[in-house]
C-alpha cells in the first residue's frame, strides 16, 4: 500500500463520518461541524495529491488548501450567525423543529 493510499483512505473516512453527521443529525450546530470534516477531508485530499506529485515544489496544494480555508472560515461565521438568529427566533437548534423561515 502506497503512503496516498493511506491518506485517502482516512479523508474518505473523515468524509463519511461528516456526511453521516450531517445528513442524521437534527441538531444546527452538529449539522455544522460535519460540513467542517468534510470540508477537511477535501483539504486532506488537497495536500495528499500535492505531496505525492510530480511536482511537490510548486504549492499548488498550499494554495488550494489556504483558499479552502478561508472558505470554510467565511462558512462557519455565516452558519453560525445563522444559527444564533434561528435561536433567539424559535428558541431551539433543532432543525425538525424549525420547519419554515418567514419573516
Not at 438568529?85 to 423561515?101: C, Q
Request: proline fraction near 2%.
Amino acid at each position: 500500500m502506497t503512503p496516498l493510499t493511506g491518506y485517502l483512505i482516512l479523508s474518505a473516512f473523515l468524509f463519511a463520518i461528516g456526511l453521516g453527521g450531517a445528513l442524521t443529525r437534527r441538531n444546527a450546530i452538529i449539522v455544522l461541524i460535519g460540513i467542517e470534516l468534510m470540508l477537511n477531508a477535501a483539504n486532506l485530499n488537497f495536500i495528499a495529491f500535492w505531496r505525492f506529485s510530480e511536482h511537490p515544489e510548486a504549492l499548488t496544494g498550499i494554495m488550494f488548501v489556504i483558499f479552502s480555508i478561508g472558505v470554510a472560515a467565511a462558512e462557519a461565521a455565516v452558519g453560525l450567525a445563522l444559527i444564533i438568529a434561528i435561536y433567539r427566533h424559535y428558541k431551539t437548534a433543532n432543525l425538525d423543529e424549525v420547519n419554515r423561515l418567514k419573516g
